[in-house]
């Protein structure tokens, strides 16, 4: 069985059930509840699913993942001391744009798999760097007051040294 | 861009290293309110006392969950703490009260004890002790059971030679920081003795063993200082207790005041960890060797004591991983030449490692690493420098290492001859002696000793499947001659005591059932681990039988 992706270009992905089965979406799509029961609701290759905040080149990223991943189990939970295997570090890089736009896809496919992953690969591209060049790499607005980052260096005072080093 | 939503930022969070994780809490609010979530810093506090094997109890605090969020902020800002302590010339530690924590530790724990063996009657008997450490000058006889330290004073002018007795014992069940420790036969790995002539002998100890933290059972090991203290008035023994290390660390170097640790995680972390215990203090550092390099960014080229720079006589190390190996050369101050990094699968064989113009021989035979770094002599038109270093882990190497260079190393020398370049260059020697340490040995063929002791005029080789003992004169070992020449003699053994039954035991049976030796003052002294019997064993001595004295 295969099932046909639509991207939001209106681009075809042809892929099959293993494929299509790490892709929460679809599967939820697919399979409906009765997934859980064992056979699928649509049988036939001809199904198209619709994944209108997903463009072509993301989903076709997103399928290398979850061809790789067709066999294997991904982590799906982990903190700073977990090793990613060397493929999907590769897979991930370290192109911060590339990087937000596969989390936000695997968020809005239900992906946890690549989530994980790629909130991996932002936090080895958010590596040595202090609150202002975190700032800089999203484009996130410093929104406290002068008086809340007074309260802080109070509160932390034991990470003024690390924080303003000079 | 926009923001990312707020679970998405969690995950981010808990991926973060330390460092990190800090300096994204002052980004903007919402990051802030996702790492000061009371779970965000609980599975941080967790993990910084996990990381640095730090028990709340040794920093007087309750059980995790009843901490304040300042107290748990406070734990997690630690290792800044203990890093800036260390680094900083002024020694501030910048902490909220003015105090660092692991400053004051490790606690010192003392046990009052008394010369007279008499009064031990629950010492173990002999059957139970696992292991028997003579400490280098053979005055201080240490034996481990499962759960006690007994140490034996062979030599004091209370407990003449022939009476040895205990003098102290450590019970690791009676109310220590290893309460629940299960001590195996990792003990002792590594000692340092002070002043043993004189009565007072100080030795640094390494005990493996499970214990208990934070409810979870973990896979730790303990570094504790002994001291043991003769006077007229007794014996003390003093444990300088506790730190507390992941099972995979190694004790890098060791020094009357210092402890240095090195671990490497599973992962790519490593911290090296320096215990000055006279000072009751203790720097950790933390590093990444995958991003940084080895200690670059907290090098210990940063510690204002310039006495630490010592904690890495080898200069390069190894890292294990679960996939390889990695060789490290770490900083060489008088390298002219950058030095890089390699990693290849453990049991493959690396014959050359170039390093630059800088040759580097990396040998790995049978999962036993043998390693020498040296610099090349190729004459005035070299663009080498002409001076040599080398650095060896195992005992034995020959080899072509560079350019037609041939490595010797034998029992007595160390030579490297043969290079084109330098034919008109004499070959460049140096004792052996002065850069091996005891390891295993290999002498020609195939030959395996498992045993080798370097005594002034002999090196003692042991072969535990044949119960052969070796002894080999130095005079007449040389590159071309390394077995003939060899004059084997069977040790005799001269005198028996047993430090634990005060009676003349019988010879032992075979060398097979000789544990432990070692070599002090020209002599052998065996230790057998089932009978607590030692054995003098002297190698001028050719007759075929034994003596016994008393």
């Known amino acids: 069985m295969s099932i046909t992706l639509i991207s939001k270009e209106g681009a075809q992905f042809l892929v099959s059930k293993p494929v299509a089965d790490r892709i929460g979406v679809v599967r939820d799509c697919a399979y409906g509840a009765d997934f859980w029961l064992g056979y699928a609701v649509a049988t036939d290759d001809s199904m198209g699913i619709t994944l209108a905040n997903v463009t072509s080149s993301i989903l076709s990223k997103i399928l290398v993942w979850c061809e790789h991943y067709k066999d294997m189990e991904p982590l799906v939970d982990g903190d700073s001391n977990m090793e990613f295997p060397e493929w999907d570090m590769a897979y991930i890089g370290h192109d911060m744009n590339q990087i937000l736009f596969v989390l936000e896809a695997a968020d809005y496919l239900h992906i946890p798999g690549l989530l994980l992953l790629a909130c991996k690969g932002i936090a080895d591209v958010l590596d040595g760097r202090n609150p202002r060049g975190i700032c800089d790499l999203l484009g996130i607005v410093m929104d406290f007051s002068h008086r809340q980052e007074v309260d802080m260096d109070k509160e932390n005072g034991y990470w003024r040294w690390f924080l303003h080093p000079t | ?550």
């Open chain 2, 1 to 550: 861009m926009k923001l990312l939503p707020f679970d998405v930022w969690v995950k981010i969070l808990r991926l973060l290293p330390l460092r990190d994780y800090i300096a994204a809490r002052r980004v903007c609010r919402t990051l802030y309110t996702a790492a000061m979530s009371r779970t965000m810093l609980l599975r941080w506090a967790r993990r910084v006392l996990m990381s640095y094997h730090v028990h709340l109890r040794s920093l007087g605090l309750g059980a995790l969950q009843d901490l304040t969020d300042t107290q748990l902020e406070w734990i997690i800002a630690q290792p800044f703490a203990v890093e800036r302590f260390l680094t900083n010339t002024d020694n501030e530690v910048p902490s909220s009260d003015g105090e660092g924590v692991w400053a004051s530790s490790p606690r010192i724990y003392q046990f009052p004890t008394t010369a007279d063996y008499e009064t031990h009657g629950a010492l173990p008997s002999p059957n139970e002790y696992q292991t028997f450490e003579l400490l280098p000058g053979g005055r201080w006889l240490l034996g481990l059971t499962q759960s006690t330290l007994v140490c034996f004073d062979l030599g004091s002018p209370l407990a003449p030679w022939a009476s040895a007795c205990a003098v102290a014992d450590v019970n690791f069940y009676q109310g220590t920081p290893m309460q629940r420790s299960r001590t195996n036969s990792a003990f002792p790995l590594h000692w340092q003795m002070d002043d043993a002539v004189q009565g007072e002998a100080i030795a640094t100890i390494l005990v493996e063993g499970q214990c208990s933290m934070e409810g979870e059972n973990v896979s730790a090991s303990f570094v504790c200082v002994v001291r043991f203290h003769a006077t007229d008035d007794g014996t003390t023994l003093i444990l300088h207790n506790h730190l507390l290390f992941p099972h995979d660390e190694r004790v890098i170097a060791l020094r009357g005041d210092v402890v240095v640790i090195r671990y490497t995680s599973r992962y790519v972390n490593t911290w090296v960890c320096m215990w000055d215990w006279k000072e009751d203090r203790i720097g950790v550092y933390v590093e990444s060797i995958a991003s940084h390099g080895p200690f670059t960014p907290t090098g210990l080229h940063r510690v204002p004591r310039d006495h630490l720079l010592w904690s890495f006589p080898d200069r390069f190390s190894f890292d294990s991983s679960r996939t390889s190996r990695t060789i490290t050369l770490y900083n060489m101050p008088n390298l002219p030449h950058p030095v890089q990094r390699s990693a290849w699968q453990p049991g493959t064989f690396v014959d050359r490692y170039q390093v630059e113009n800088f040759p580097v021989a990396v040998l790995s035979s049978s999962g036993d690493l043998v390693a020498a770094f040296l610099r090349l002599p190729l004459g005035p038109d070299s663009t080498l420098d002409d001076d040599f270093a080398m650095y060896l882990l195992s005992k034995t190497m020959d080899r072509t290492v560079a350019d037609g260079c041939r490595l010797h190393v034998t029992l007595e020398r160390v030579l490297l001859e043969g290079s084109p370049a330098s034919d008109s260059s004499p070959p460049y020697s140096l004792p052996t002696s002065t850069i091996l340490n005891t390891s295993v040995l290999h002498l020609g063929g195939e030959q395996r000793w498992s045993r080798q002791l370097h005594l002034p005029n002999h090196v003692v080789l042991m072969w535990y499947a044949e119960e052969r003992l070796l002894a080999i004169p130095l005079s007449s070992v040389n590159q071309e001659q390394q077995h003939r020449g060899v004059q084997e003699r069977k040790l005799q053994l001269r005198r028996f005591y047993d430090p634990l039954k005060h009676v003349v035991g019988p010879e032992p049976e075979g060398y097979a059932r000789l544990h432990r030796i070692c070599a002090f003052s020209g002599r052998l002294v065996s230790i057998s681990p089932s009978t607590g019997r030692l054995a003098v064993l002297d190698p001028d001595h050719t007759s075929t039988t034994g003596r016994r004295t008393s």
